[in-house]
């Protein structure tokens, strides 16, 4: 498994943006896939964003298509959530994640096994 860490959090008003990072350590970031997932109070976790090991190929949730951008460092072992134009809908705790096999991209949220602790989002209207 890998170890990730998320920072970037906070609370913000509607229309504003964000920037998430998660950083990783533990095995050979640039051969796996990374995603975000969110999880708002008595909801399920849910997919938002994924990016593939080279950085070539993103998949977003159609939720957020066209205001997040995620995008990942290799060299720093990063991955990064560019949120703009937040909305209190996307209010949730927000969750790095790594895909469970080299290679693979997928996004359904038992394709990845180690995930960082979360951080809050908090959007006020």
């Known amino acids: 498994q890998v170890q990730l860490v998320e920072s970037g959090g906070g609370l913000v008003q509607a229309g504003a943006s964000l920037r998430l990072s998660c950083a990783a350590s533990?095995?050979?970031?640039?051969?796996?896939?990374m995603g975000w997932f969110r999880q708002a109070p008595g909801k399920e976790r849910e997919f938002v964003a994924v990016i593939s090991w080279s950085g070539g190929m993103t998949y977003y949730a159609d939720s957020v298509k066209g205001r997040f951008t995620i995008s990942r460092d290799n060299a720093k072992n990063t991955v990064d959530l560019q949120m703009n134009s937040l909305t209190p809908e996307d209010t949730a705790v927000y969750y790095c994640a790594a895909h469970r096999a080299r290679y693979r991209m997928t996004w359904g949220k038992t394709d990845f096994d180690s995930w960082g602790q979360g951080t809050q989002v908090t959007i006020s209207s």
């Open positions: 533990g095995r050979t970031f640039s051969t796996y896939t």
